[in-house]
């Protein structure tokens, strides 16, 4: 099924992005903090969403998608922060501190992977 994509990332938004502009906002934020949304509508005319929060080098990695019936929402949890207790703040709302991480090589494989078709799924999901 051939999707349609939008990027917004905080201070802009871009249609049909290719590879490149994804991967230029993803490194911006990992740099400078901030939020990139990578949305996508199928011909079914189902949406799903792919987006990361990033402030200090922390990051929170969602995906949320319509099932046909309601939005559905996975978080990411990674295998160095899936034992940690507690909370804290990221970009001014407060999560959980297991499914906060460091690693820049997971977000940047989801969105590359996102944007060729793959849903999120398997370890590390839930």
């Known amino acids: 099924m051939m999707k349609h994509f939008h990027l917004s990332w905080t201070g802009g938004n ?3 992005p290719d590879a490149n502009l994804v991967l230029e906002r993803l490194r911006s934020a990992l740099l400078c903090g901030g939020v990139v949304t990578l ?3 199928d011909e079914s ?6 987006q ?7 990051f929170l990695l969602t995906f949320g998608w319509d099932d046909g019936f309601s939005w559905k929402m996975k978080v990411f949890v990674h295998p160095d922060s899936e034992h940690l207790v507690g909370q804290s703040s990221l970009l001014g709302d407060v999560w959980l501190n297991r499914i ?5 090589k997971v977000v940047v494989e989801a969105f590359m992977n996102f944007l060729n078709g ?3 799924a398997g ?4």
Not at 45 to 50: H, I, P
Not at 52 to 57: L, S
Not at 100 to 104: K, L, R
Not at 123 to 126: P, S, T
């Open 39 to 41: 949305d996508a509508d």
């Open 118 to 120: 793959v849903h999120p």
């Open 52 to 58: 990361v929060r990033i402030e200090g080098g922390r």
């Open 45 to 50: 005319d189902r949406s799903s969403s792919l």
């Open 14 to 16: 871009q249609a049909m």
């Open 123 to 126: 370890d590390g999901w839930i």
């Open 100 to 104: 906060i991480f460091s690693d820049q």
